[in-house]
């Protein structure tokens, strides 16, 4: 059983399209998280959820739209996609905000 | 501005000996440091941690040792076996804001195994 699931693991699209990136975790766990791994290979954290409340918002342009239809799912949506949103994007789950994040196997977007 | 650095990429070590991963932070506010492996198309899984009112933690083959004054870590692993062979990601922690734990990651250092 995987605890924390992403969909799709790979991505490619034409710049401008539209896209979202599904998250479901099995853990039980209130809280969430995507984290974006850029080309030099650090993982930012982009938003957190807590019991389906955004609470950490990063500095992240405002066509990247988070949506947390329940504890269990945390998607994300893209609009009119870039060249430089190309990478590998990453959701978590913990327990509580403060608890131990447990990541799933990543997406990796490639926008052509 | 990146607040947690890993400055070896990579790191080759023969089976059986000490491997020593190093991680160097500039934020004096990070009171909380964990250590991520990541095996290839897999998330990364937890694997120690250490507060800043500690300089040592230890799980097993696992030592995590923190220099507060020289802001820096480092994650002993001994002895060294081929499954360690990962990318292990530093990360660092400043405490609660607006309710959660924000993680600051390096950019990770790739550890190979050789027999």
Known sequence: ?112 | DQQVKQNSPSLSVQEGRISILNCDYTNSMFDYFLWYKKYPAEGPTFLISISSIKDKNEDGRFTVFLNKSAKHLSLHIVPSQPGDSAVYFCAASGGIIQGAQKLVFGQGTRLTINP
């Open chain 1, 1 to 112: 059983d995987t605890a924390v699931s992403q969909t799709p693991k790979y991505l490619v699209t034409q710049m401008g399209n539209d896209k979202s990136i599904k998250c479901e975790q099995n853990l039980g766990h209130d809280t969430m998280y995507w984290y974006k791994q850029d080309s030099k290979k650090f993982l930012k954290i982009m938003f957190s959820y807590n019991n389906k409340e955004l609470i950490i918002n990063e500095t992240v342009p405002n066509r990247f739209s988070p949506k947390s239809p329940d504890k269990a799912h945390l998607n994300l949506h893209i609009n009119s996609l870039e060249l430089g949103d190309s990478a590998v994007y990453f959701c978590a789950s913990s327990q509580g905000p403060t608890d131990t994040q447990y990541f799933g196997p990543g997406t990796r977007l490639t926008v052509l």
